[in-house]
Structure formats: C-alpha cells, structure tokens
C-alpha cells in the first residue's frame, strides 16, 4: 500500500468504516468539479458520482461535492450491513464499501463475493475482488490498483493497526 495511503487511513481509523472508506474514495476517485464522461460514457462528477441529478453545464463546489460523497457513502455502507452476514472489522467494512461505491449496490448484492463472504470464505471473497477490473470490458490498470488495496485491507484486517506493515 501507497504510505501516504496508509497515513490518511490511519488518521481516518478513529472515524471508523465512513471516515477510512472516503478516504479510499477520494484517494481513487480524485475530486473534478466539472462533470464529465467515464470511461463508460456516464456523465459523472465531484468523487466519482453519477446520476439523473448531475447537469453537465455547471461547476459542482467542494460542498456540493462533499455532500454527493456523503450521500453516496450512506448508501454503499447501508448496503454492506444489510447484505452481510458475518462479522467484519472496520477495515473490511471499510474495504467493502469502496468496493461497493465503485460497482454500485446491486451488482454487490449478485456478487460471488458476496455469497464467499457470507458462507465465511473471507479469503475467497476478498480474492474475489481482483476479478472486478474491467471498465467497458477493457482492464483498467487504476481498477487493478484499487483493488489490490481494498483486497488487502479485506484479507489483512489489522494492518492499519500494525507497526510492521
């Protein structure tokens, strides 16, 4: 994991899943105040936000921005605790909500992941994440490094609180 990375984590770790799960957002997302088209053609803005409600024509603020990510987070949390059955550390909710804020809620909710997880294969159900690194059937090397990161936060639950590492 990138070091400045892990700092922003563990600075993070005190405000639990939400606070380390944006942090991993804005940290892939990056921030663009002006609307554009994904690599799929969605028109998106701010940290990674897409819907009906994003005007192409207009320049997002920082607090606009801030409230779409928090908006965006609540659903993606809401949708790892409705989903999951077994008990994970703040990291690995941490880890799945990213996860979840990238692919959206119900491709989540159809994952093999999903169904690893919750019959107890953390192992196999965080491998599963490197299978999700295609953008418009294309591998996205940015998808690869996000999902290493969220895989290793999924398998390694301690690491933010190792000295080691």
């Not at 899943?17 to 940290?27: C, G």
């Not at 799945?96 to 107890?120: D, M, P």
């Amino acid at each position: 994991m990138n070091p400045t990375l892990r700092k922003r984590l563990l600075a993070a770790a005190a405000g639990g899943t939400v606070a380390m799960a944006a942090t991993l957002i804005q940290w892939h997302e990056g921030v663009r105040h002006k609307p554009y088209k994904d690599g799929g053609g969605v028109l998106t803005v701010c940290y990674g936000h897409t819907g009906q409600e994003v005007v192409s024509e207009r320049d997002y603020t920082e607090e606009e921005c801030r409230a779409l990510l928090d908006a965006d987070l609540s659903e993606a949390t809401g949708t790892v605790e409705k989903n999951v059955t077994v008990k994970l550390t703040e990291s690995q909710k941490a880890a799945l909500t990213s996860f979840v804020y990238n692919i959206g809620s119900g491709a989540f909710e159809r994952s093999t992941l999903l169904k690893k997880l919750n019959v107890g294969d953390l192992s196999g159900a965080c491998d599963e994440m490197r299978r999700w690194k295609y953008d418009e059937g294309k591998v996205s090397k940015g998808l690869i490094n996000r999902r290493a990161i969220e895989r290793e936060l999924c398998l390694k639950p301690d690491l933010l609180t190792s000295p080691t590492q």
